[in-house]
T-cell receptor, first 112, second 114 residues
């Protein structure tokens, strides 16, 4: 079956540091890939997405590239802020399916 | 109201109580979902209603009962819950059949079972 594997957290960084959160997936075909973010006390919200190989999703300074050859969708940001502290979820959805598969989430803590 | 709303935001109940969680989506979507989010555990999909068809996770206990009277409203009826059912319950909606089909989440109901 489909699966998503994320690096375990928490990831702890100082403000303005470079961020990478690894995500790899297992799925048949060509799923759409997503990163969601959950701020404290809130539900998940979509951060960025990509639907085909080599697509790059970007939003709020975050980027992720759909790598079919390595089945990966790593999240990166060049300079994190304290306000980026949250839990980040990688997810996939197969074409024609309305049921997503989520990773376990990675907590990010950014210190001033 | 915009997006996905959930009420109540917080709920404390005893094991013998009966309560219901409510979710409403204002996005014109045709699929709605219930998730359970517990500390240190993966996000758990409980139920899906798509075009009014129900899909359920067979591991969800029968003390949780969903209801979807129309494409905009979703309920989760709770009865004789256990302390381990304490969690954040998230509702989501999506538009089935679109290319991206991303999920739109509500803020959740924080449930505590005493």
């Amino acid at each position: 079956g489909d699966s998503v594997t994320q690096m375990e957290g928490p990831v702890t960084l100082s403000e303005e540091a470079f961020l990478t959160i690894n995500c790899t997936y297992t799925a048949t075909g060509y799923p759409s890939l997503f990163w969601y973010v959950q701020y404290p006390g809130e539900g998940l919200q979509l951060l960025l997405k990509a639907t085909k190989a080599d697509d790059k999703g970007s939003n709020k300074g975050f980027e992720a590239t759909y790598r079919k050859e390595t089945t990966s969708f790593h999240l990166e940001k060049g300079s994190v802020q304290v306000s980026d502290s949250a839990v980040y979820f990688c997810a996939l959805q197969r074409e024609g399916s309305y049921i997503p598969t989520f990773g376990r989430g990675t907590s990010l803590i950014v210190h001033p | 109201e915009t997006g996905v709303t959930q009420t109540p935001r917080h709920l404390v109940m005893g094991m013998t109580n009966k309560k219901s969680l409510k979710c409403e989506q204002h996005l014109g979507h045709n699929a709605m979902y219930w998730y359970k989010q517990s500390a240190k555990k993966p996000l758990e999909l409980m139920f899906v209603y798509s075009l009014e068809e129900r899909v359920e996770n067979n591991s969800v206990p029968s003390r949780f009962s969903p209801e979807c009277p129309n494409s905009s409203h979703l309920f989760l009826h709770l009865h004789t819950l256990q302390p381990e059912d304490s969690a954040l319950y998230l509702c989501a909606s999506s538009q089935e059949g679109t290319v991206y089909n991303e999920q739109f989440f509500g803020p959740g109901t924080r449930l505590t079972v005493l």
